[in-house]
T-cell receptor, first 114, second 115 residues
Framework: DAGVIQSPRHEVTEMGQEVTLRCKPI?????LFWYRQTMMRGLELLIY????????DSGMPEDRFSAKMPNASFSTLKIQPSEPRDSAVYFC????????????FGPGTRLTVL | AQKITQTQPGMFVQEKEAVTLDCTYD???????LFWYKQPSSGEMIFLIY??????QNATEGRYSLNFQKARKSANLVISASQLGDSAMYFC????????????FGSGTQLTVLP
């Protein structure tokens, strides 16, 4: 079975540009999570969805960040406008329905904002 | 609020020996889950092992076992017969009860296996 798929794997952009990160969760998983990993702050939850509905977005840093999940197989995280301090690795993870809350992570997107 | 503490920034172990990575946690939730993830230098996050707070026995997965001591609020990872490929960053994490399914992560332990 395919795992969580993220694209792009690497993104280099200039300050002020819009960045869109994409995630396809594992088929049949009903919860999706976006995390950000930096050296200074470690792994931080940005937002998570349950059955395509945003449940907790308290980790979204500011209004420049937005996330959507239009259907069960696709989610986007958008940063507009991007800033150098947004440089990080962004992970998407998904959890199956019921059972333990084990989250399966995608490979991550390494974002560099110049 | 939940908190995970990993007090060992770095650990070294000789190949083929066992190693214990420490993790303590704090939560007011009556039900929770504890997880360990491995992050090699390539960057992906790999799920290793899970322990539920009501599980009576310690979880095991191959060479990985979780030493769960509920009263002490600790969930240490034991890796037996270390291999060079075990060199990586290891994260302890926990989930809460009810709708709080998100994971709270510790700061990680960098394990280096020596030949």
């Amino acid at each position: 079975d395919a795992g969580v798929i993220q694209s792009p794997r690497h993104e280099v952009t200039e300050m002020g540009q819009e960045v869109t990160l994409r995630c396809k969760p594992i088929s049949g998983h009903n919860s999706l999570f976006w995390y950000r990993q930096t050296m200074m702050r470690g792994l931080e939850l940005l937002i998570y969805f349950n059955n395509n509905v945003p449940i907790d977005d308290s980790g979204m840093p500011e209004d420049r960040f937005s996330a959507k999940m239009p259907n069960a197989s696709f989610s986007t995280l958008k940063i507009q406008p991007s800033e150098p301090r947004d440089s990080a690795v962004y992970f998407c993870a998904s959890t199956p329905t019921g059972g333990a809350d084990t989250q399966y992570f995608g490979p991550g997107t390494r974002l560099t904002v110049l | 609020a939940q908190k995970i503490t990993q007090t060992q920034p770095g650990m070294f172990v000789q190949e083929k020996e066992a190693v214990t990575l420490d993790c303590t946690y704090d939560t007011s939730d009556p039900s929770y889950g504890l997880f360990w993830y491995k992050q090699p230098s390539s960057g992906e996050m790999i799920f290793l092992i899970y322990q539920g707070s009501y599980d009576q026995q310690n979880a095991t997965e191959g060479r990985y076992s979780l030493n769960f001591q509920k009263a002490r609020k600790s969930a240490n990872l034991v890796i037996s017969a270390s291999q060079l490929g075990d060199s990586a960053m290891y994260f302890c994490a926990m989930s809460g009860s009810g709708s709080a399914r998100q994971l709270t992560f510790g700061s990680g332990t960098q394990l280096t296996v020596l030949p």
